[in-house]
């Protein structure tokens, strides 16, 4: 399933950029999250937390139709205009167990937000299909560390990560809005979204069939504690390949498609 591929994260030249203090946000999300394993836990970690990193994943509906094979059927409900989530993936890991089942009560008092900020855009799967193959795929991997250990955990803290990195506002505030004709740099966009996303965020394209480098996908590279940054590239074992979409190449034309609710997988002809 394409949602389960890490793609191969193959370096995108970053530029060094200051992390700007964020302390006050981190600091919340920091008591939510309690701690990470340390000290005496580190030992059990081993066994069964291989992990290093996450990838917090969030998708551009405008172009995230693109990225998918034409017979899935895709599609946008009406209220969604912002980017969403895809998912919290830690890296390199291959498989997790299928020990972990999760239920729509698991989540229940989360729906309403996890509707709005977490939809599914394909016709044929409801939203909770997609949390919970998320959760199975990757959060059940996750739920090594304490802050995570629950689906309700888990997808709360995604939600909490997602207010925290509102990079809707970021590119508004920047100037950088969606349209079909004036296309960015990618240096330009990298340097609004370094601010809170760290030097280490991934921007992600897919090639429309005229050949343009769309803008679908943004990954933050977050540590055990979900603080920004973590060095994931340096991390053992293979890397996946994803069959859709691939590292925004920097010197081609970055476009940044309008959603277009009725044609959602060719917003620009
Ligand atoms: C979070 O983890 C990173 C990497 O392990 C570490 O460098 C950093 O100091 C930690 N931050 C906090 C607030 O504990
Ligand atoms: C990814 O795909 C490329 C091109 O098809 C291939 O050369 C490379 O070996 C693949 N990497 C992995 C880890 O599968």
Redesign the pocket.
Known sequence: MWRSVLPLLVGVSLFLLQLPDYSSTQEAL?QDYKHGLRGSEAHDKKHFCTWNCLLFTLQWPGAFCQSLDERKLCSIPQSINKWTIHGLWPVKVFHCCKCWPMFESDVQELDAELKEHWPSLLKDQPSFHFWRQEWEKHGVCAACVEGMNSPFRYFQICLKLRQQFDIQKLLEDAGVTPSCDRPFKLVEVQQVLAQHLGDKHEIQCVTDPKGREVWFQVKIPL???L?VGCDHHADGGPGWNSSHGHPCPPQAPLYYFPIDHQQPQRPCG
Do not use: A, K, R, V
């Open positions: 920091w540590s055990h504690n603080t």
